[in-house]
């Protein structure tokens, strides 16, 4: 199991922009990038993990500004991504994300392997 402290993405509205018809990465979004690889490393959770994944998210807020609690997924996994923790966000089997109320804005996340019980193929043998 790994669990790391980490800032509040940009909003995955915010991730993207389009340079010469081309849709890059912001600059924010860059940078969440950058600073959440450091954080992994500092805690030694570059594992890059290979197999089934349940992730829980758990959004602190410090604030009561409306935010669409779904905006902060996609950027956070995707640096998770970029930062070694797992291979690929296509492993993530079950996501849940939970808002509560903080004295500071973050999120904890929990990334935990699912136990494999054999692919589809090898049950029917």
């Known amino acids: 199991m790994i669990t790391l402290e ?12 389009t340079i010469a018809g081309r849709r890059v990465l912001s ?3 860059q940078a969440y990038r950058t600073h959440v690889g450091k954080l992994v490393l500092a805690e030694r ?13 758990l959004f602190m807020q ?9 905006n902060v997924v996609k950027p956070t996994l995707d640096a998770l991504q970029h930062a070694g923790v797992f291979i690929d966000d ?3 089997d ?13 999120l904890r996340v929990t990334i935990t392997e699912i136990p494999s019980h054999g692919s589809a193929q090898q049950l029917r043998r």
């Open 27 to 29: 600059k924010k979004a």
């Open 62 to 70: 410090s604030d009561n500004r409306r935010r669409d609690i779904d």
């Open 94 to 106: 079950k996501l849940s994300i939970h808002r509560e109320n903080s004295l500071h804005m973050g």
């Open 6 to 17: 980490l800032p509040v993405p940009p909003s995955g509205n915010h991730s993207y922009t």
């Open 45 to 57: 959770a570059n594992k890059a993990l290979d197999g089934r994944l349940q992730v829980t998210l």
């Open 90 to 92: 296509s492993q993530v």
